[in-house]
C-alpha cells in the first residue's frame, strides 16, 4: 500500500474517533439530583423502652399455716376477690383456742376472788407470783433481751431445707424403698420442727404472754385491793382481760387471702407446700391500666428535653402511636451499652394511653424523641457535599450544565445538612453516585 494512502485512513480515524467523542460530550449528562429544601431541620433520637407498671400491689397471707394449695401461676390474670390460696391452720388455730381457754379461765378467777377470805387471799396470791414468774420466764427465753425464739426459728428452716434438699438429691439419683422414706419422714418432721418454731415466734404467741402477764398482775392488784372499791376494781380487770381474748378471737377469724383488684400476676414469692406466716408476701400484682415506659437517656442529651414533650413510640408491628415525656431523672447512673462500654444514663419516664391491650411490662418498644433543631433552614443531603481544595462546595445543576459552587454549612441531623450560604431554594444539587 502506497504511503499517501496510509495518511488517509489514519486522518480519517483520528477523524471520526473526535466526532465520537464530542458526540459523546455533547449528549447531556445525567446525575442523581435533588433539590435544597426549607424547612424545620429535626433531630430524631432513637431509644428502647421497656414496658413497666406504677401500679402495683403485694398479695400477702392473712392467715399462719401450711400452704395447701398456690392458685396463682405468673402471668395469669386475677379478679378483685379471687381467694389465691389455701392455707391449713388448724395447728395455729389450736394454740389460739388453748390461749383463749387459760384467759377464760384467769377471767373466771378474778370474779371469784371478790368473795375471797383473807387465807384464801394470801394463798392466791403466792400462786399468782409463781405463775407470773414462770410466764415472765417463759417469755424472756423466748423475746427477752437473750430470747431465743427468732434463733430457732433460722435454725428449723436451715434444718428442714437441708432435709428438702437431702431428699430430692436421693429421688434424683434413683433412691427408692426404705431409704426415700427414711428422708421423707426426717424432712416431714423438720417442716413440723420449723412450723412449731415458726408459732412460738409468732406476734401473736408474743401477745399471748404480754396478756397474760397483764392477767396474772390485773388479778394480784385485785385481790390486794380487796375490799376497798373491790367491786369496781372486779368489773376493770375483767374487762381488761375480755380485750385479749377478743383480740385472740380476731385472730381466728382471719379472712382467706384474696386479690385486692383485677390484674396479672407479676411473680409468685411462694410455693405449695411452704409453711407462711401472717402478712408473708405471697405474690406481686399489677393492674393492667397502669402502664408506663422507661428508657435510659445519655446525660449529654437529658438537657435537650423537658417533661410534657411529645415523642412518637413504633410499636413491633411498625405502627406508631404518641405519648409524652412524665418523668425525667435528676439522677445518672452508670450502665453498660450494647457495645459493652459503661454510660451514664438517666431514667426517663413517658406516659402514653394508646399502648394495645396484648402488651404489657416486659414488652421493649422504640421510643422517637424529636425537636427541632433549626427553624425555616435551608438544607441538602449529606452526600451532596464535596471538598474542593479544602473548602466544602456542591454541584449545582443548572440547563443540563453542573457547576461546583461553595457553600457554608450549619447543623447535621438525620442524613441532612444545614445549608447557611451559597444555595438558594429549589436549586438542584447533585448527590454522589451510591
Given at each position: 500500500m502506497k504511503k499517501s494512502v496510509k495518511i488517509v485512513i489514519i486522518v480519517l480515524v483520528i477523524i471520526l474517533a473526535g466526532a465520537g467523542a464530542a458526540f459523546y460530550l455533547l449528549q447531556p449528562q445525567e446525575f442523581n439530583t435533588v433539590a435544597v429544601t426549607k424547612g424545620d431541620m429535626e433531630e430524631d433520637l432513637e431509644l428502647k423502652a421497656a414496658i413497666t407498671t406504677n401500679d402495683t400491689a403485694v398479695i400477702s397471707s392473712t392467715k399462719t399455716g401450711l400452704l395447701t394449695e398456690l392458685k396463682l401461676t405468673k402471668g395469669a390474670a386475677v379478679k378483685a376477690g379471687d381467694e389465691v390460696v389455701n392455707i391449713d391452720d388448724t395447728e395455729y388455730q389450736n394454740q389460739l383456742a388453748d390461749q383463749i381457754k387459760v384467759l377464760q379461765k384467769q377471767k373466771a378467777a378474778v370474779y371469784t376472788q371478790g368473795q375471797s377470805s383473807q387465807s384464801e387471799i394470801e394463798l392466791r396470791q403466792e400462786q399468782l407470783i409463781q405463775q407470773m414468774a414462770s410466764a415472765q420466764h417463759d417469755y424472756e427465753m423466748m423475746f427477752g433481751e437473750k430470747g431465743t425464739a427468732a434463733i430457732d426459728v433460722r435454725a428449723a428452716k436451715f434444718a428442714m431445707d437441708e432435709a428438702l434438699a437431702n431428699y430430692e438429691a436421693a429421688d434424683d439419683a434413683g433412691a427408692k424403698g426404705a431409704t426415700l422414706d427414711s428422708l421423707s419422714y426426717a424432712y416431714a418432721g423438720a417442716a413440723a420442727a420449723y412450723q412449731k418454731a415458726e408459732l412460738m415466734n409468732s406476734a401473736t404467741n408474743k401477745f399471748y404472754y404480754q396478756s397474760l402477764l397483764a392477767a396474772y398482775q390485773i388479778q394480784f392488784e385485785t385481790l390486794t385491793d380487796n375490799g376497798n372499791n373491790g367491786a369496781d376494781s372486779i368489773q376493770l380487770a375483767a374487762a381488761q382481760i375480755q380485750d385479749s381474748i377478743d383480740s385472740l378471737k380476731r385472730e381466728q377469724d382471719k379472712k382467706p387471702v384474696t386479690a385486692p383488684f383485677n390484674g396479672v400476676v407479676s411473680e409468685?414469692?411462694?410455693?405449695?407446700?411452704?409453711?407462711?406466716?401472717?402478712?408473708?408476701?405471697?405474690?406481686?400484682?399489677?393492674?393492667?391500666?397502669?402502664?408506663?415506659?422507661?428508657?435510659?437517656?445519655l446525660t449529654e442529651d437529658v438537657m435537650n428535653y423537658k417533661t410534657g414533650d411529645p415523642v412518637e413510640i413504633a410499636l413491633p408491628d411498625g405502627s406508631l402511636v404518641s405519648g409524652s415525656i412524665s418523668f425525667i431523672s435528676p439522677m445518672a447512673e452508670e450502665r453498660m451499652s450494647s457495645l459493652g462500654v459503661e454510660e451514664n444514663r438517666c431514667a426517663v419516664k413517658l406516659s402514653t394511653t394508646d399502648l394495645p391491650e396484648q402488651m404489657g411490662p416486659g414488652y421493649e418498644v422504640e421510643v422517637h424523641f424529636k425537636r427541632v433543631l433549626r427553624e425555616n433552614a435551608l438544607s441538602v443531603p449529606v452526600s451532596a457535599l464535596v471538598t474542593?481544595?479544602?473548602?466544602?462546595?456542591?454541584?449545582v445543576v443548572a440547563d443540563g450544565k453542573k457547576t461546583l459552587v461553595p457553600v457554608t454549612t450549619g447543623v447535621y441531623s438525620g442524613g441532612m445538612v444545614e445549608i447557611i450560604s451559597g444555595l438558594q431554594e429549589s436549586d438542584i444539587v447533585i448527590l454522589a453516585e451510591e
Open positions: 409468685v414469692l411462694v410455693e405449695t407446700g411452704a409453711y407462711v406466716t401472717e402478712n408473708q408476701p405471697i405474690a406481686r400484682l399489677f393492674r393492667t391500666n397502669g402502664y408506663e415506659l422507661e428508657a435510659w437517656m474542593e481544595d479544602g473548602v466544602t462546595c456542591v454541584y
